[in-house]
Protein backbone atom coordinates (compact mmCIF):
# COMPACT_ATOMS: atom_id res chain seq x y z
CA UNK A 1 0.00 0.00 0.00
CA UNK A 2 1.32 3.40 -1.24
CA UNK A 3 -0.49 6.56 -0.07
CA UNK A 4 -0.06 9.41 -2.16
CA UNK A 5 0.71 12.71 -1.55
CA UNK A 6 -1.13 15.66 -3.36
CA UNK A 7 2.09 16.88 -4.99
CA UNK A 8 1.94 13.32 -6.74
CA UNK A 9 -1.02 13.46 -7.59
CA UNK A 10 -0.85 17.41 -9.04
CA UNK A 11 1.99 16.08 -11.05
CA UNK A 12 0.27 13.34 -12.86
CA UNK A 13 -2.28 15.86 -13.87
CA UNK A 14 -0.31 18.31 -15.27
CA UNK A 15 0.10 18.61 -19.17
CA UNK A 16 3.29 17.55 -19.31
CA UNK A 17 4.07 15.41 -15.85
CA UNK A 18 7.47 14.81 -14.75
CA UNK A 19 8.92 11.65 -16.04
CA UNK A 20 10.81 10.89 -13.14
CA UNK A 21 7.46 10.55 -11.30
CA UNK A 22 5.79 8.87 -13.89
CA UNK A 23 8.67 6.29 -13.74
CA UNK A 24 8.04 5.99 -10.21
CA UNK A 25 4.72 5.39 -10.16
CA UNK A 26 5.11 2.37 -12.67
CA UNK A 27 8.08 0.51 -11.32
CA UNK A 28 6.91 -2.59 -9.66
CA UNK A 29 4.02 -1.72 -8.72
CA UNK A 30 0.37 -2.05 -9.69
CA UNK A 31 -2.68 1.00 -10.23
CA UNK A 32 -4.94 -0.79 -7.07
CA UNK A 33 -1.31 -0.40 -4.48
CA UNK A 34 -2.15 3.30 -4.67
CA UNK A 35 -4.24 5.17 -2.06
CA UNK A 36 -5.02 8.75 -1.52
CA UNK A 37 -6.54 10.70 1.19
CA UNK A 38 -9.78 12.65 1.70
CA UNK A 39 -7.34 15.50 2.23
CA UNK A 40 -5.60 15.20 -0.95
CA UNK A 41 -8.67 14.86 -2.77
CA UNK A 42 -9.56 18.22 -1.35
CA UNK A 43 -6.30 19.93 -1.64
CA UNK A 44 -6.76 18.97 -5.32
CA UNK A 45 -9.86 20.77 -5.84
CA UNK A 46 -9.24 23.81 -3.59
CA UNK A 47 -6.30 24.20 -5.82
CA UNK A 48 -8.50 24.04 -8.95
CA UNK A 49 -10.98 26.49 -7.49
CA UNK A 50 -8.23 28.94 -6.90
CA UNK A 51 -7.72 29.07 -10.86
CA UNK A 52 -9.35 32.11 -12.69
CA UNK A 53 -12.36 31.00 -14.54
CA UNK A 54 -12.39 29.13 -17.62
CA UNK A 55 -11.83 26.20 -20.18
CA UNK A 56 -8.28 25.12 -17.80
CA UNK A 57 -9.91 25.26 -14.59
CA UNK A 58 -13.43 23.56 -15.91
CA UNK A 59 -11.22 20.48 -17.70
CA UNK A 60 -9.32 20.18 -14.54
CA UNK A 61 -12.09 19.93 -12.15
CA UNK A 62 -13.47 17.41 -14.93
CA UNK A 63 -10.60 15.19 -14.87
CA UNK A 64 -10.00 15.13 -11.40
CA UNK A 65 -13.64 14.17 -10.37
CA UNK A 66 -13.44 11.29 -13.25
CA UNK A 67 -10.00 10.51 -11.84
CA UNK A 68 -11.16 10.36 -7.82
CA UNK A 69 -14.51 8.48 -8.85
CA UNK A 70 -12.90 6.17 -11.33
CA UNK A 71 -9.61 4.91 -9.97
CA UNK A 72 -9.88 5.46 -5.99
CA UNK A 73 -13.57 5.21 -5.83
CA UNK A 74 -13.75 1.96 -4.09
CA UNK A 75 -10.80 2.52 -1.84
Not at 20 to 38: C, M, Q, S, Y
Not at 50 to 60: E, F
Request: net charge negative; hydrophobic share 50%; charged share 25%.
Amino acid sequence: MTILDTNVVSEVMATFPSHAVLAWLAKGRTADEFFITTITVAEIFYGIELLPMGIRRDTLGADAEGMFQEDYEAR
